[in-house]
């Protein structure tokens, strides 16, 4: 089943080379990984759009969901960006993590511009490992 995930992450890879960047999504993104990684939940909720905030109130909230719901994204061995999608006038950044155990993870960031810049508006899983692995 491992195989299968890495066969995923290939080929969601191997469709980014060709894809839309925008440098400031990307280093939203990678800005909120660096402050998880630091263990700084106040500064990563600086890079949570509205919407994200309203619903968790306080840093501390919103970095206990990330750490017990996305410990791919609160502690990553590795992050890569993979493709843009723009749908209507949304955008959705694809991001490939690798957890400590060296598991692949495809998360889709839904990106919102602001007057404040690019935030984060959500995110979803798109390729998990399945339970146990």
């Known amino acids: 089943m ?3 995930l890495a066969l995923v992450a290939a080929l969601f890879v191997s469709q980014a080379a060709a894809q839309e960047r925008i440098p400031g999504i990307e280093q939203t993104i990678q800005s909120q990984v660096d402050a998880f990684l630091a263990e700084d ?12 905030k309203r619903l968790f109130g306080t840093p501390e909230r919103f970095g206990m969901m ?5 410990p791919m994204v609160w502690n990553p061995s590795e992050v890569k960006f993979l493709e843009l999608r723009r749908q209507g006038p ?4 694809k991001v490939l993590f ?9 998360l889709e960031y839904n990106m919102l511009e ?3 810049g690019w935030q ?3 995110v979803q899983y798109l390729v998990a490992p399945p339970v146990g692995a």
């Open 66 to 70: 990330v750490k017990n719901g996305y």
């Open 114 to 116: 602001t007057e404040a």
């Open 98 to 106: 690798i957890d400590q155990k060296g598991a692949p993870h495809v």
């Open 120 to 122: 984060i508006d959500g």
């Open 41 to 52: 939940a106040a500064t990563a909720f600086t890079f949570a759009s509205p919407n994200i």
């Open 90 to 93: 949304f955008l959705f950044q």
């Open 2 to 4: 491992r195989v299968i």
